[in-house]
């Protein structure tokens, strides 16, 4: 089993940055693919990014793609998502996961057994 802890959202004007950050704990890091998923109010749980155990394998939502990259550090038991030019519309609940089955990234929601409890990330217009 493992443990997700999200950092680094918050308020932030359209057009910058935000980096956030998932900590996992228990189970060998490396031995999980990871995705990061977003929900917006009122709206379903959407895939945003996700990348392979060892890191070498990224997939992205298709809207997102250019401005969004995920990482991990297995060293730091950590991923990352850095996302920039943010809008308006990337409002929402940032959550990540942690998907056990999986060598390579995933995008289904079912495909990931893990969840963190989310951090806020709020665009101003």
């Known amino acids: 089993q493992v443990q997700l802890v999200e950092s680094g959202g918050g308020l932030v004007q359209a057009g910058g940055s935000l980096r956030l950050s998932c900590a996992a704990s228990?189970?060998?890091?490396?031995?999980?693919?990871m995705g990061w998923f977003r929900q917006a109010p009122g709206k379903e749980r959407e895939f945003v990014a996700a990348?392979?155990?060892?890191?070498?394998?990224?997939r992205y939502a298709d809207s997102l793609k250019d401005r969004f990259t995920v990482s991990r550090d297995n060293a730091k038991n950590t991923v990352y998502l850095q996302m920039n030019s943010l809008k308006f519309e990337d409002t929402a609940v940032y959550y990540c996961?942690?998907?056990?089955?999986?060598?390579?990234?995933?995008?289904?929601?079912?495909?990931?057994?893990?969840w963190g409890q989310g951090t806020q990330v709020t665009v101003s217009s």
């Open positions: 990348v392979s155990r060892n890191g070498l394998i990224t």
């Open positions: 996961a942690a998907d056990s089955r999986s060598y390579f990234a995933e995008t289904a929601r079912a495909s990931f057994d893990y």
């Open positions: 228990g189970r060998t890091f490396s031995s999980y693919a």
